[in-house]
């Protein structure tokens, strides 16, 4: 059962980027405890890629992250959104366009992660779709990148549905669950972008 302040109209606010399945608004801290409940129903599948899911122990590390982003926000940093399925009003996950450079290089890291229970129902592409849309059309960005372990081959499918663009790898880039891993690097350029 949703509690009545995350039900209905209420949820959706002025700020929300709607697609057809979904729509993305930024968090507020009374998503912090269905924001808890969708990593911890997903965390096996996050722990395999996102290193910030172990340090998101309880509802209070969702709510200092969403006080996080909410700053970022402020900052120009980042804009983070939760995403929900717009028939049932659930939040299905969450994406974000993360270091935000506005100055010499007008450009941002597209980040995204569906619950496990909601996964391969194409949400995943309409989120990126709906992020580079904000990104490109209202931020001005020039080019949104993103980055992936080899072996995310859903994230590679979305990026590509998209139309990103591989542009190479990084070796060892980053430690993931104790293993370095390799970083393929992909990028969609505002020319590029098709509606
Ligand atoms: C990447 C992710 C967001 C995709 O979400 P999603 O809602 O399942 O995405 P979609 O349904 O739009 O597309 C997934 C595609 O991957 C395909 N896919 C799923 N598992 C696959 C596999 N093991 N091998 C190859 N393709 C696979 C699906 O068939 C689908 O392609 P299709 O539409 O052509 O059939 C989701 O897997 C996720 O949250 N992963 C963990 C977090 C993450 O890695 N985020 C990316 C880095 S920030």
């Excluded at 209905?8 to 968090?27: D, M, N, V, Y």
């Excluded at 808890?36 to 200092?64: I, T």
């Excluded at 989120?127 to 020039?142: I, M, N, P, Q, T």
């Excluded at 590509?160 to 790898?169: A, H, L, N, P, Q």
Aim: glycine share 8%.
């Amino acid at each position: 059962m949703i509690p009545e302040e995350f039900s209905g109209a209420a949820i959706e606010s002025s700020t929300s980027l709607t697609g057809r399945k979904i729509f993305l608004r930024p968090f507020q801290e009374a998503d912090s405890a269905r924001l808890y409940e969708a990593v911890n129903q997903s965390r096996e599948m996050l722990k395999r890629r996102l290193n910030w899911v172990s340090e998101a122990h309880s509802q209070q590390d969702c709510l200092q992250f969403v006080q996080r982003a909410s700053q970022e926000k402020t900052q120009g940093l980042a804009e983070h959104f939760g995403v929900f399925d717009r028939r049932a009003q659930e939040l299905i996950g969450a994406g974000a366009l993360t270091r935000l450079t506005t100055r010499n290089a007008s450009r941002a890291r597209l980040g995204v992660w569906i619950r496990a229970d909601r996964q391969n129902h194409g949400y995943g592409a309409e989120v990126a779709k709906v992020l580079c849309e904000y990104g490109f059309r209202d931020l001005g960005l020039h080019r949104i990148y993103a980055r992936m372990d080899p072996a995310n081959r859903p994230y590679r499918k979305v990026l590509m549905k998209v139309g990103f663009r591989y542009e190479g790898s990084l070796r060892d880039e980053k430690k993931l669950n104790g293993r370095w891993i390799h970083q393929e690097c992909w990028g969609l350029l505002r020319t590029e972008w098709k509606k």
